[in-house]
């Protein structure tokens, strides 16, 4: 028993020593690098950050592009879990495995996919030119590209924590308010939904953190006009070289991401002791 809790003891150090060396020391770093300017200490990047137009405008198109991300692709993938748990438990496996195989190919080939049928010589602008009129317009290089992007991306994720916590319901629970005169709609509405509150708040979680700190949508999606905080942070690294407004950027893009983090976890914890 003594050398088992020794074990243990010794795998949580080396389970600390790797989070210290590849998570804190990092962040560390990058809040270092961010306050110290010149061999001082100086909030001018933040203040930069904050008070220049430019870098306020990328900061709210990227909350606006997450949040819109995030509620659609929370809408289509609960959608999607509650279809795939009214399938015979036989054949669940099946769909869930349709929803989630884009996950086992690389994003960028899913990506050159979604730019093939977006582009201005794609079947979608041909479509829409066929029935509107018009010459083809192309929805590639866009905002609306960028949110189906995203949407593609994070909605694997949405669809597994959503149906995880569907197939946990007691069918018991449904079958009794329906005995009672409830209709379909309102069994949905005051047993299902919010029993199944927990994978919504787990799913719309992951969701947002994945929006919000995307790299590659927005550069194949949106083009270079369209950056979100992500992108201006790479460039101001590696493209100007401006070090410090680059760490400003991530750190303050950590900080909102961690944020809604925490929001959505109190959120997710009082859905489960509600159900």
């Known amino acids: 028993m003594r050398n088992m809790m020794r074990f243990y003891t010794v795998l949580g150090w080396i389970a600390v020593a790797y989070m210290t060396a590849l998570f804190l020391y990092p962040v560390c770093k990058v809040v270092y690098t961010s306050v110290w300017v010149n061999g001082s200490f100086s909030l ?3 203040v930069n950050l904050f008070s220049a ?6 900061l709210l198109k990227t909350l606006w592009v997450s949040v819109i991300s995030t509620l659609i692709a ?3 993938g609960y959608t999607l879990a509650y279809f795939i748990t009214t399938r015979p438990a036989s054949k669940q496996g099946f769909w869930l495995m349709l929803i989630i195989s884009p996950m086992f190919m690389s994003l960028t080939i899913r990506l050159f996919g979604w730019m093939i049928l977006l582009s ?6 041909k479509g829409l030119s066929g029935l509107f009129g018009g010459s083809e317009t192309s929805l ?4 609306t590209a960028v949110v189906i992007g995203i949407v593609h991306f994070v909605l694997p994720f949405i669809v597994l924590n959503i149906y995880t916590s569907l197939n946990r319901l007691e069918s018991s629970l449904i079958e009794a308010s329906t005995m009672l005169g409830a209709s379909r709609l309102r069994t949905f509405w005051k047993v299902t939904f919010p029993l199944s509150l927990p994978g919504v708040f787990a799913g719309s979680s992951i969701a947002f953190a994945l929006a919000a700190s995307t790299f590659l949508v927005p550069i194949m999606m949106g083009g270079p006009s369209d950056n979100l905080l992500a992108n201006m942070a790479y460039n101001s690294i590696v493209t100007i070289g401006n070090m410090g407004m680059g760490a400003a950027l991530s750190f303050v893009l950590l900080v909102i991401i961690v944020a809604v983090l925490l ?3 109190r959120l997710e914890r009082r859905g489960h002791i509600a159900s």
Not at 53 to 58: A, E, N, T
Not at 140 to 143: E, G, R
């Open 140 to 143: 590639l290089f866009s905002q």
């Open 53 to 58: 137009d430019l870098y306020s405008k990328v």
């Open 44 to 46: 001018a990047n933040y």
């Open 263 to 265: 929001v959505m976890g």
């Open 120 to 125: 201005k010589e794609g079947p979608i602008a």
């Open 74 to 76: 929370l809408f289509i």
